[in-house]
């Protein structure tokens, strides 16, 4: 099974083959749309990751609102709502075995987000939404191409006065938002008790180690206007050419660690409030993913996590 590390913008079709439908809805219709289906295939594809699961969808938390502690066993994915997102609809091919997909696409034309519907039952639901959802004529996807950032100290500024203070959804919002640009140029601002560098060469390691001890941990992937977390035990570990590839018991995360040139470790918050965090970056300063401890586990858990990942630097 191979995986590919990011999309590009919505394939256009001509001749035989499915069709492809631009809706008229943005991620908040997507968030209320997503938890009326029995079964999903849900995949967030980022910056040299993504993460893929099978099951139900929680609701989905939208930009600004507060953070869930945890979505069971649901699919869990936090959305930036009017944003110049855009949502495609291709229909099922029952003929070749296709599912019908939902493809949620970012203000750049990629693709962050997609579901695959199977079962008929899921099929004929979104089907009775659509025509509600019709647009017309669809709009021009842009170019794939990520904006220039221009180092902010008036940023730097506030996130040295705040950090400490922030709520867990406002620590989301930074890689929510931007892709978590403006967010990785401050970290070297902080001080080293709230951000220090971590040799990302250890990455391997760790994550063989977390799967051999069984600690359940969360790991999330980030597009601009989605993100998408899971908390599981890794089961597994193994490389399919390039790729990492963690597998659980309701999906997979692939990673993609010789793309990782910065590794941050980051804590936040007071007592049982506070969060460490492994933040991974890219070349261009996008994040990429990120680990942390399983909140839904009890503090004992996340302790174990603390004391692991604040070992590592």
Known sequence: M????????????????????????????LAMVLPVFGRAVAT??????????????????????????GTGSRIGLRLAAGRGERLFYIPADPARRR????????????????????????????????????????????????????????????????????????HQDDFLLDGGGQRRDCLPHLGATAARRVEPGILPSLLEHLSHRG??????????????????????????????VLRSGSGLMAIDLSAVRQCWLTRWGHGVN???????YDAKGR??????????NGLATRQEWDRLATGLA
């Open 274 to 280: 506070g969060l460490v965090m492994l933040e991974l």
């Open 44 to 69: 967030t594809i980022g910056p040299h990751a993504l993460i893929s699961e099978t099951g139900s969808y929680a609701a989905a938390e939208l930009a600004g609102q507060p953070s869930r502690p």
């Open 99 to 170: 599912p019908a997909t939902l493809h949620l696409i970012d203000p750049l034309g990629r693709i962050a987000h997609r579901t695959e519907l199977a079962a008929p039952e899921d099929i004929l639901m979104l089907s009775s939404m659509l025509p509600e959802l019709d647009p017309g004529v669809p709009d021009p996807i842009a170019p794939e191409e990520d904006p220039p950032r221009v180092l902010s100290l008036p940023a730097i500024r506030q996130a040295r006065a705040q950090w400490w203070f922030c709520s867990a959804c406002r």
């Open 215 to 244: 600690l359940p941990f969360t790991r999330a992937v980030a597009r601009l206007g989605c993100m998408h977390a899971m908390s599981e035990v890794v089961e597994e570990t193994a490389q399919d050419g390039r790729m990492t």
């Open 287 to 296: 994040c990429i993913g990120y680990f942390g401890a399983d909140t839904r």
């Open 2 to 29: 191979t995986f590919h590390t990011c999309c590009g913008p919505m394939p256009c079709h001509h001749g035989a083959g499915p069709e492809v439908r631009q809706l008229a809805a943005d991620a908040e219709t």
